[in-house]
């Protein structure tokens, strides 16, 4: 598809999305006073609309396309990096790291903030345990990625042991539901403070992949042919993952673990724009944040009770993804 | 001062010599072809030349200047590797893969400009390629891809120019298509190292060679004096005949066998 093309879907998605967003609930807000309320003209609003608006939606949506973006945008330079399209954001354990760390902290009673600060560390320390582990086992010109995906799987299964276990030792009436619910993960209760302290890390971790965007491209060659480019690839690649990392744990401590995302996202977006990382990159982070917060959307009004995000999220992934397979054997 | 040398270089893998001792330098304007059987260490020698694995022992020299110190950018302006077209990969615009070769160029940060695309399609014009551009690299045949990723090394404006096998996987046609660009990289001022399987394509494009063999290196030297029946016989295992056809040396396998 042609590159100006591709941009204009990209961009059309997620104000489509924040447009049917803020018309779906008890309030329902129309383009024309969204329009009102951004541009300060918010008096000619009605009141409880407007603080709807402000508290609790415009938070919401804003969470939900910041969670879509960090994902899907992480999945798609883990997918450069590592060479391989089935790579998502928790190929090192992110949200593996991320899950015990909520987990401990639901188990251990912790407040809402310390639950999600608890994720982010947890998060950030699995990446970093799994670097270290690569780097002790590596052998001299061995493959470096190879070592990397193996210790990410190996520390994956270990932390997944440690999270059944605490299940299991959880009280069954008000953790282990609060433990199921983050573990499928969920916008609901999402807060304008719980923005506020997970943008930071998610965007600076973003904007570390915007910028590194055409180099990480060049990492898709190989490492030899990266090298002989003038690739610094060790080092490149651990900024990347940090970028990755950082973005990643940070949205899994506000939505709690939401998978599908980093895997399917991004393939709709080669599908769009072509496979050259510096374009899929963007085009990823764009189509992610619409997509999560439709499902967002479809999660907050479809039935009586919230189905959690994750749920959706493999629902309505997976058909996608069977869809552009399908696309990709034709094309 | 020479282009690229080296001195005393063993080569291998962690603690397995695969050869050593070897020493030459590759001056402007030449083609040196490398010869050498399967895993006699040709492809280990050029990684080790382009600094993607160090030296058991001995040094490199870029211009002068040890490999060893030198970033990978510095390393890369000097220069430049076109590997084996290998079929398959992605789908990657043959214009955007030509502008890769800019990356030894550029900051960190910064994607190619206006003047990068336009040293990437100069690039591919000097190899008859503009038409190419917008194509996908998937389209291309095996011949096509490697004149894409020779204007790639031209795009990293690198004085050296290491091939790995550029002639492996191409037809008949194709090969003297690539021979000719390796002749005429020389011609504007490169200097040429290229391995190939074919003691043939030495007389067609050499200036000196080099025969990898048995852990050590012979030559570099004129073509005539270093493929030779006697040579062929030590290196590859197989007797050859070396004779003249349409006014220049050619060489042949003989099968022999049981009869």
Redesign the interface.
Known sequence: MRAGLAWTVAIAAPVAAVLGALSVGRFPISAAEFWLLVTGRGDAVDPAAAAVFWNIRGPRVLAAMLVGAALAGAGAAFQAMFRNPLASPDLLGVSAGASLGAVAGIFLGLPIAGVQGAAFAGGIAAVAGVGALARAVR???GDPLLVLVLAGVALGALVGAVISLLKVFADPYNQLPAITFWLLGTLSGVNRGDLLAAAPPALLGLLVLV??R??I??L??G???A??????TARLRAAAIAGATLATAAVTALAGAVGWIGLVVPHAARLLG???T?RLIPLSMLLGAAFLLGVDTLARGAGRTEVPLGILTAALGTPLFLYLLARRRAA | MSLLACEGLSIGHGSRVVAAGIGFALEAGTVTVLLGPNGGGKTTLLRTLLGLIPPLAGRVLVAGEDLRGMARQAVARKIAYVPQAAPGGFAYRVLDVVAMGRAAHLPLLAQPGARDVAAARAALARLGMEGFAERRVTELSGGERQKVLIARALAQEAAVVVMDEPAASLDFGNQALLLREARRLAAEGHAVLMTTHHPDHAFLVADRVALLHGGALEGPGAPAAMVTPERLAAVYGVPAVIGELGGRMVCAPLLGGPD
Do not use: K, M, S, Y
């Open positions: 052998d001299e010109g910028l590194l055409w180099r491209n060049l898709t060659l490492e030899d042919e090298r002989a480019l003038g690739v610094p072509g496979p050259e510096a």
